[in-house]
């Protein structure tokens, strides 16, 4: 499973955000689908969006919300130090 993350430019994320979020967001995933091999991509792109490859739509559904708990939980796991 392929999970690509873009982040609008017009709202960059502080240093060391992206690769922070990545890993965090890479755990909780493993957490939740341990027998599948997934790899996360972030990146800047024009606007926010969320891709799951090889995936079906309830597993979205579920990344998404991992996605969504995870942003919403960053002063937990985001240290800006």
């Known amino acids: 499973m ?3 993350i873009t982040v609008a430019k017009t709202s960059p994320l502080p240093d060391g955000a992206m ?3 990545s890993a965090e967001l890479s755990r909780r995933i493993n ?3 341990p027998d599948s091999t997934s790899s996360v991509s ?3 792109a024009s606007s ?3 891709t799951v490859m090889g995936a079906d739509k309830q597993t ?7 996605l969504q708990e995870t942003w ?5 796991w ?4």
Do not use: P
């Open 2 to 4: 392929r999970i690509e």
């Open 19 to 21: 690769s922070a979020l």
């Open 31 to 33: 957490e939740c689908f």
């Open 42 to 44: 972030l990146r800047y």
């Open 48 to 50: 926010n969006n969320l």
């Open 60 to 66: 979205r559904d579920q990344i998404s919300h991992i």
């Open 72 to 76: 919403e939980s960053a002063d937990d």
């Open 78 to 81: 985001f240290c800006a130090g």
